[in-house]
């Protein structure tokens, strides 16, 4: 059984098209994130959900929209694509919230390549 | 700002011998650390965690240092196997703050 996953594994897309990627997680975890690695494989993260609670929003460009519907999901839509949006997307979830000792775990990834 | 730094090149190591991997950190309390392993293509996966107050910690072939005086830990394989080739993430973690991982460092077990 797949702990952590996400769709589509690769998105490959236009500059100004708007995208989604989905994120689920089985394992009853009360935290969920999105983090972006970029080329240079810096791992950063993005947002982070507490049973359905936005909790950490990073410095992101608003075009970028998280939403939790329930503890188990964690979508990610991008409006108004942009050539330095492309990256590998992972979600990742933890029992409890950021800050404490609570390992998490990543789905596969999502690579996005802008065109 | 707060700053993490990890072995900046790849590391080769022998098949068979201890592999040693190092994160440095400034501007930080870490109250908690966690190492993870990255395959290419892949999510990373969580391997260990040690707390400010343990100077040690063991997994089978694994072992973490954390050494809050000099802003530093050490990541140990012993007996490496080429499947332990990967790269390996430190994130120090302050208490109530968000995860922050290192850039990590690539370690290739050579056969």
């Known amino acids: 059984d797949t702990a952590v996953s996400q769709t589509p594994k690769y998105l490959v897309t236009q500059m100004g098209n708007d995208k989604s990627i989905k994120c689920e997680q089985n394992?009853?975890?009360?935290?969920m994130y999105w983090y972006k690695q970029d080329s240079k494989k810096f791992l950063k993260i993005m947002f982070s959900y507490n049973n359905k609670e936005l909790i950490i929003n990073e410095t992101v460009p608003n075009r970028f929209s998280p939403k939790s519907p329930d503890k188990a999901h964690l979508n990610l839509h991008i409006n108004s694509l942009e050539l330095g949006d492309s990256a590998v997307y992972f979600c990742?979830?933890?029992?409890?919230?950021?800050?404490?000792?609570?390992?998490?775990?990543f789905g596969p990834g999502t690579r996005l390549t802008v065109t | 700002s707060q700053k993490i730094e990890q072995n900046s090149e790849a590391l080769n190591i022998q098949e068979g011998k201890t592999a040693t991997l190092t994160c440095n950190y400034t501007?930080?309390?870490?109250?908690?650390l966690q190492w993870y392993r990255q395959d290419p293509g892949r999510g990373p996966v969580f391997l260990l965690l040690i707390r400010e107050n343990e100077k040690e910690k063991r997994k089978e072939r694994l072992k973490v240092t954390f050494d809050t005086t000099l802003k530093q830990s050490l990541f140990h394989i012993t007996a490496s196997q080429p499947a332990d080739s990967a790269t390996y993430l430190c994130a120090p973690i302050e208490a109530g703050d968000k995860i922050i991982f290192g850039k990590g460092t690539r370690l290739h077990i050579l056969p």
């Open positions: 501007n930080y309390s870490p109250a908690y």
């Open positions: 394992l009853g975890h009360d935290t």
């Open positions: 990742a979830s933890s029992q409890g919230p950021s800050g404490a000792a609570y390992e998490q775990y």
